[in-house]
């Protein structure tokens, strides 16, 4: 009878597996925390294996760590790179598109999250700037009829909702402040990469 450790099964390394086990509950932490942001499980999941990966991935490396098709990993990782998550390097010699997760969780949270609220505070201040005094002159007439009861009512809402955009907009000024106080850089300052 052969010896278990004459075969050429594989050793098992106890440490190697910890450290699957522990990179796997951070790549499930991941998925779920995209999920939380809108993100499917499989943006998240790709997410995680790509902050791991030593190296650049091909789609063929993706395809096969996710066990999904090709053309379904195409589409997860143009999600993660419009989302700032994972950008597309090229390496000298290779035809394949190469990627690799953005690793730098304050470029990450600068790029994607501050500028959607500079858009979102943009977009809402310049609809606030043009009906606000709309309501402005209903409101200075004589009339009390129920037009002006709602004119009333929705310009107190509409009053909040400014209250809402301006301290949101504080909010991100304060954070592109904050990573020049810490020396991190500030994604409105530096280039775009492909």
């Known amino acids: ?47 995680g294996i790509l902050f791991f990966a030593k190296e650049p ?33 090229w390496l000298r010699g290779t035809r394949k598109d190469m990627y690799v997760a953005e690793k730098n969780f304050f470029q990450y949270f600068s790029d994607f999250f501050c500028n959607n609220l500079r858009t979102e505070v943009a977009l809402n201040f310049a609809v606030l700037d043009k009906v606000l005094p709309l309501y402005e ?12 009861a709602e004119a009333e009512e929705d310009f107190s809402k509409l009053l909040e909702v400014k209250r809402y955009y301006t301290w949101l907009d504080s909010f991100v000024k304060q954070y ?13 300052e530096s280039p775009d990469e492909p």
Not at 57 to 79: E, H, P
Not at 176 to 188: C, G, H, S, V, Y
Request: charged letters at 25%; proline letters at 4%.
């Open 1 to 47: 009878m052969k010896n278990l450790d004459d075969t050429h099964v594989a050793k098992r390394n106890p440490e190697t597996e910890d450290i699957e086990e522990m990179r796997e509950l951070v790549i499930e932490a991941m998925s779920q925390t995209m999920s939380l942001y809108g993100f499917n499980a499989t943006v998240g999941r790709l997410c």
């Open 137 to 148: 002159k209903i409101l200075a007439g004589e009339s009390r009829s129920p037009t002006r």
């Open 57 to 89: 991935m091909s789609l063929d490396d993706m395809s096969q760590a996710m066990g999904m098709s090709k053309t379904s990993v195409c589409t997860t990782i143009k999600t993660l790179v419009g989302a700032k998550a994972a950008k597309q390097v």
């Open 176 to 188: 592109l402040e904050d990573l020049k106080i810490l020396q991190l850089p500030n994604p409105a």
